[in-house]
């Protein structure tokens, strides 16, 4: 049975940072894209980032690229989310999501597998 635990979650001023984890039993993240979305209150999941599987290659939101890096730890079966420079509007909660795609990774109705989501607060 699949599985996709994030951890990480905080409370964190603006400027600050936090580093968010996803591991996974059940697959390997290597043959795997593997995403970040972020759901605010009244809003809809929208994507952060994702990790594109066995190619490296790496795609983010425009409101996170430069501050947000993804990358992954074959070893660990983790993928990590480091968040710098945070801002109150990145205050949601952070989903990690797997699926076995090479395009259209910026949807939610892309991916086969979700985690539950750890939530971040970022304070004025």
């Known amino acids: 049975q699949v599985q996709l635990v994030e951890s990480g979650g905080g409370v964190e001023q603006a400027g600050g940072s936090l580093k968010l984890s996803c591991s996974a039993s059940?697959?390997?993240?290597?043959?795997?894209?593997v995403g970040w979305f972020r759901q605010a209150p009244g809003k809809e999941r929208e994507f952060v980032a994702t990790y594109i599987r066995s190619s490296g290659y790496t795609d983010y939101a425009d409101s996170v690229k430069g501050r947000f890096t993804i990358s992954r730890d074959n070893a660990k079966n983790t993928v990590y989310l480091q968040m710098n420079s945070l801002k109150p509007e990145d205050t949601a909660v952070y989903y990690c999501a797997a699926g076995r795609i090479f395009y259209g990774w910026r949807s939610v109705s892309s991916y086969q597998y979700w985690g539950q989501g750890t939530q971040v607060t970022v304070s004025s």
């Open positions: 059940g697959l390997t993240f290597s043959s795997y894209t």
